[in-house]
């Protein structure tokens, strides 16, 4: 592979990748280690959810929603409750928004500690993401002191949540605050004062805060190119309301926005500081009160049965905005459609602006870069492999399906 | 017994015992490695199942390769790395090729068994094993600099001074301490040699932060991609034995000390008492210079790594390179 030579060669990164951790392909045309573009395939996990969830009820759903994902379960299933709250005009009591804001942010910082390890993973640091492996048991232990799981903590309910932050629990999550706030520290400065470390992020992957915007970059994809976007500052839901959130930008603390991989990195370390101090404020601020809109499930089931109305809510879930719209019909049981955009949807878009001029032993870390979680992001492929035929749905083709489908829907 | 059978015994013998001692070097290396970073780590022994399994795996060539470069590869580039062991005099036995190879030769074979790993790379028909074996000799060609540069100033330095024996021969470093021959400048120059070969032997070993080769997480293992059963076990018994190689080529170069006579041992008992503290410094360098390096840092991007070795390794090989001449002239 001659540099210089104008002649580039095909390099598939993935589907299946030691440093990717779920199935993705990117093509890469590369010019000796140079990438000079890069074709997204996505398609290899697919798994029909939306389409599983019109056969079951509200309630089913929700066990479904928290399967989407395995870091951000709570934040899909929020967002899925807030929908269906949103279709049917269920109120949910002040202690259980605040509790889902508590279980929000330790979920927000479970998620990012994990991702910056697995960052320094990709460029062999395994050192760093051992300690930072360690350190997320913390919050891991706590979710489950919370909730009685690690993963999936089936702790949100339509119109409330399932389980109560107890005086013991409170004691936990306020050790675990404090545990943070002294160890976290380390990891970060291990981090952004390794001089290796600093060589395989700085002025990698960039995305310009233009591209960004051009690109529809969300969360702290965009805050890393120095956006302030923030759901939970600019269109504040449920505790949220009553915090004054400041989205996370790399301009405020380093006077300097790049819009490349240590930017996102540093953006995320930064966020699960701002994370547990929005902890903090919600159990100092926790109300008493109910915790459900309705703890009986078969009234709240004959009530979603009885409800007619298309619902949408959108929250910041640790990767960026989180999307669901639903419908429910009056008289049917079961969801008449519902629609999922996860994060990655929008972020997965700027993936072949941050791949070009950069070099093929950045790769992973750059698909990494943006959190990617493919499973929540999939759609569709075409394929035919008995004629090996795979066939692009441009995007005209693609609105006209959407339309039909949503036509063949609506005169249901 | 001729002396030629007795070399071939005693060679046959050394070459075994190296083989197996760099396999516990190297899960030693895995255990000390895992405690660093708070976790638990393998069976010492782990190396030694990975490589019996290996061997009793099937040998995978893919359809696109060049079976006899890519089944070759292997055998060459193990061969290579076990017979510098001949060379290398272990505390005060002398080396068992005493006459025939000296330093030189030591580096045409590490030099050859690096270049036989790449061609099995290039030889495997697979694109990641390609780009492995491109950055192979990227690397090869960064780091032969300041390797070469170290070997020559202390040979030079060695003919300069009347060091008795061969300039280019190990045994010459062993039988006299550099340290006890230079002066307060060439003391500083013999540093910066010491520290710019430790630099080299990462690389060397293709230990992170210079695994760029075998980049498990950016292209697949790189060069061993498509490796499997006993090829992949060759492959795996020449890392550990080029860090066995590197790191006892350091230790005759600048820390030939030995214990035998210090405690007034004689005949067998001090052999054996300076054959064993000899793979107790080789040790110490492996924990040392391999382990805590690749514990401390992450990986390097091959232009970064060919920087630092041109730039930063090369400079500081100079540097000693000049403040040793200036040790002899003054």
Not at chain 1, 134 to 142: F, S
Not at chain 2, 320 to 329: A, E, F, K
Request: hydrophobic share 45%.
């Amino acid at each position: 592979m001659a540099q210089g030579t104008n002649k580039t060669y095909k390099v598939p990164i993935g589907p299946v990748h030691v440093g990717l951790k779920e199935p993705i392909t990117a093509w890469l045309d590369v010019d000796g280690e140079r990438i000079k573009d890069a074709t997204i395939r996505p398609g290899a996990i697919h798994r029909g959810i939306e389409f599983m969830a019109r056969e079951r009820n509200p309630i089913q759903v929700i066990y479904l929603a928290e399967r989407i994902c395995g870091i951000c379960s709570f934040s899909h299933i929020v967002a899925f409750t807030r929908a269906v709250e949103d279709a049917t005009g269920i109120e949910v009591p002040a202690r259980a928004q605040y509790i889902r804001a508590i279980v929000l942010e330790l979920e927000r910082i479970h998620s990012h500690i994990l991702w910056a390890g697995v960052a320094c993973y990709t460029f062999g640091y395994d050192s760093a993401f051992n300690l930072g492996m360690i350190l997320r048991e913390k919050v891991m232990d706590v979710l489950e002191a919370l909730t009685g799981n690690r993963v999936n903590y089936g702790t949100g309910t339509i119109g409330g949540v399932r389980r109560d932050i107890t005086p013991s629990v409170e004691k936990v999550i306020r050790d675990m605050i404090a545990f943070y706030k002294n160890e976290f520290g380390v990891f970060y400065d291990v981090v952004t004062d390794d001089p290796i470390a600093k060589a395989r992020m700085r002025d990698v992957g960039v995305l310009t805060g233009e591209d960004a915007v051009t690109h529809c970059a969300l969360g702290p994809t965009a805050r890393g190119s120095g956006l302030r976007v923030d759901l939970r500052w600019s269109s504040p839901y449920e505790a949220y309301c009553d915090m004054d959130v400041k989205p996370v930008v790399p301009q405020d603390y380093t006077g300097e926005v790049r819009g490349d991989v240590f930017d996102r990195f540093l953006v995320r370390v930064l966020e699960v500081y701002q994370s547990l101090e929005i902890i903090e404020n919600a159990l100092n601020g926790l109300p008493t009160g109910d915790l459900m809109w309705e703890p009986k499930l078969t009234k709240l089931l004959s009530f979603l049965k009885q409800a007619d109305g298309t619902g949408l809510s959108s929250i910041e879930a640790p990767r960026g905005d989180d999307t669901h719209a639903i419908r429910l019909t009056g008289g049917e049981d079961n969801v008449t459609w519902w629609k999922v955009r996860a994060p990655t949807y929008s972020n997965a878009v700027s993936w072949p602006i941050m791949f070009r001029n950069n070099e093929l032993a950045d790769s992973p870390l750059i698909i990494n870069s943006i959190d990617p979680c493919i499973s929540c992001m999939e759609r569709m492929v075409v394929t035919d492999r008995s004629s090996g035929h795979e066939q692009v749905v441009t995007r005209s083709e693609l609105v006209e399906r959407c339309r039909e489908k949503t036509r063949r829907l609506m005169g249901r | 017994m001729t002396l030629l059978q007795f070399k071939v015994v005693a060679g046959a013998a050394l070459l075994f015992f190296a083989l197996l001692l760099s396999l516990l070097f190297e899960g030693v290396d895995r255990v000390v490695h895992a405690r660093m970073q708070l976790r638990l780590g393998p069976p010492v022994f782990q190396p030694f199942y990975d490589v019996l399994k290996l061997l009793g795996k099937e040998n995978i060539v893919p359809r696109r390769a060049i079976p006899w470069a890519f089944n070759g590869a292997p055998w060459v580039s193990a061969a290579a790395a076990m017979m510098i062991l001949l060379y290398v005099p272990m505390g005060s036995l002398p080396p068992i090729l005493a006459a025939s190879g000296d330093l030189i030769l030591i580096l045409y074979l590490l030099g050859l068994s690096a270049v036989a790993m790449a061609v099995g790379g290039f030889a495997s028909g697979s694109t990641y094993a390609n780009v492995g074996a491109q950055r192979e000799m990227t690397l090869m060609m960064s780091y032969e600099l300041p390797l070469a540069v170290v070997i020559v100033t202390l040979a030079w330095f060695s003919y300069r001074t009347g060091m008795p024996g061969e300039p280019f021969s190990l045994e010459t470093f062993v039988g006299m301490p550099v340290w006890s021959v230079v002066g307060w400048t060439g003391l500083f120059g013999l540093v910066c040699l010491l520290a710019a070969l430790l630099a080299v032997v990462p690389a060397e070993v293709g230990k992170v932060p210079m695994d760029i080769a075998e980049a498990k997480t950016e292209i697949l293992e790189g060069l061993i991609c498509e490796y499997s059963g006993r090829n992949l076990a060759m492959f795996k018994l020449t890392f550990s034995l080029r860090t066995l190689v590197m790191c006892s080529v350091v230790v005759s170069l600048f820390f030939p000390w030995t214990i035998g006579l210090r405690f007034g041992l004689e005949g067998p008992m001090l052999f054996l008492a300076d054959f064993a503290f000899f793979w107790v410094k080789v040790f110490l360098l492996q924990i040392i210079g391999v382990t805590t390096i690749r514990t401390a840092f992450g990986r390097f991007k091959i232009w970064q790594a060919s920087q630092f070795y041109w730039f930063h390794i090369a400079g500081l090989s100079l540097a000693g390179m000049v403040l040793l001449s200036l040790d002899v002239i003054l």
